[in-house]
Nanobody, 129 residues
Framework: VQLQVSGGGLVQAGGSLRLSCAAS????????????MGWFRQAPGKEHEFVTV????????YYSDSVKGRFTISRDNAKNTVYLQMNNVKPEDTAVHYC???????????????????WGQGTLVTVSS
């Protein structure tokens, strides 16, 4: 599957931004509806960091403590798109943000220990103070 990320940019602290990740094609013969989708980020000089993940239907979502209560992941299976709504952003949210896709349900937290199968290109989010 190919993942196309959009929506990054410059935002002031306390503001909002929405990232989109549009999927096309298949992975292992599966379509977007079969994929769990995640968002990760990497700040300058820091390690790759898990942000959030959503299951196939959108019924289960998981967030890192650093974004819980501020960010919301959602998906529109009719549009093959996953979104990351970022509210009340902070300067520490400045990072290149990536979306990713996999097949395994995220309930057991595997995404914290091994990489997703497919990745989109990153989009830079810069939060000014």
């Amino acid at each position: 599957v190919q993942l196309q990320v959009s929506g990054g940019g410059l935002v002031q602290a306390g503001g909002s931004l929405r990232l989109s990740c549009a999927a096309s094609g298949r992975t292992s013969g599966r379509t977007f509806r079969d994929l769990i989708m995640g968002w990760f980020r990497q700040a300058p000089g820091k390690e790759h960091e898990f942000v959030t993940v959503i299951d196939w239907s959108g019924g289960s979502t998981y967030y890192s403590d650093s974004v819980k209560g501020r960010f919301t992941i959602s998906r529109d299976n009719a549009k093959n798109t996953v979104y990351l709504q970022m509210n009340n952003v902070k300067p520490e949210d400045t990072a290149v943000h990536y979306c990713a896709a996999d097949l395994e349900h995220p309930a057991n937290g595997w995404y914290l220990h091994r990489p997703f199968r497919s990745w989109g290109q990153g989009t830079l989010v810069t939060v000014s103070s």
